[in-house]
């Protein structure tokens, strides 16, 4: 069975920081791009931080720049999302996914709140 399993969210004070972890089970994650989305109450989901198969290529979203950091562990066929001065708009349930050719995976989302 393959799927996508996001672990690491919570409740988190603005300025807090938080990891993010996406596990892989069933597929190698490291043939796949690797994506971070989020979707708050209201919104549509949005993309925030994305992972070439290679490692090679990293992109965020301008409300990522310079506080987000996406990783990846071969030997533990997961990926991160380091996320630091987290602000209450950060405030989301958030996704990781994986495609390759016309592969998509989703998982099921991990909450993230961030308020005093």
């Known amino acids: 069975q393959l799927h996508l399993v996001e672990s690491g969210g919570g409740l988190v004070q603005p300025t807090g920081s938080l990891r993010l972890s996406c596990e892989a089970s069933?597929?190698?994650?490291?043939?796949?791009?690797i994506g971070w989305f989020r979707q708050a109450p209201g919104k549509e989901r949005e993309g925030v931080a994305c992972?070439?198969?290679?490692?090679?290529?990293?992109n965020y979203a301008d409300s990522a720049k310079g506080r987000f950091t996406i990783s990846r562990d071969g030997s533990k066929n997961t990926v991160y999302l380091q996320m630091n001065s987290l602000k209450p708009e950060d405030t989301a349930v958030y996704y990781c996914n994986a495609v390759s050719g016309g592969d998509v995976y989703w998982g099921q989302g991990t909450q993230v709140t961030v308020s005093s």
């Open positions: 069933g597929f190698t994650l490291g043939r796949y791009a």
């Open positions: 992972m070439s198969s290679s490692g090679t290529s990293i």
